[in-house]
C-alpha cells in the first residue's frame, strides 16, 4: 500500500496535469523542461529514501 501511494504521489508530481506546476511554471517564465530537470534529482532521492523506508518496515 505504501508502494502504491509513493508511486501515485510521483506520478502526479510529474504529470504536465499538475496545474499548480504548469501555472507556477508560466508565472515565473521558467521552461517547463527545465523545472522537471531541476525537479527530477529531488524525487528521485526521495522515491528511494520511500523505497528504503518501505523495504525496512517489511
Same mark, same amino acid.
Given at each position: +500500500?505504501a508502494?502504491? #501511494?509513493? @508511486?501515485?504521489? +510521483?506520478? +502526479? *508530481?510529474?504529470?504536465p =496535469?499538475?496545474?499548480? *506546476? =504548469?501555472? @507556477?511554471?508560466? #508565472?515565473?517564465?521558467? @521552461?517547463?523542461?527545465?523545472?522537471?530537470?531541476?525537479?527530477?534529482?529531488?524525487s528521485? *532521492?526521495?522515491?528511494?529514501?520511500? *523505497?528504503? #523506508? $518501505?523495504?525496512? $518496515?517489511?
Amino acid at each position: +500500500m505504501a508502494l502504491a #501511494y509513493l @508511486s501515485g504521489y +510521483m506520478g +502526479m *508530481l510529474f504529470s504536465p =496535469v499538475h496545474l499548480c *506546476l =504548469v501555472f @507556477s511554471a508560466e #508565472y515565473y517564465g521558467a @521552461s517547463l523542461g527545465r523545472v522537471y530537470r531541476e525537479l527530477l534529482l529531488p524525487s528521485v *532521492l526521495l522515491f528511494l529514501a520511500g *523505497l528504503g #523506508y $518501505i523495504f525496512l $518496515i517489511l
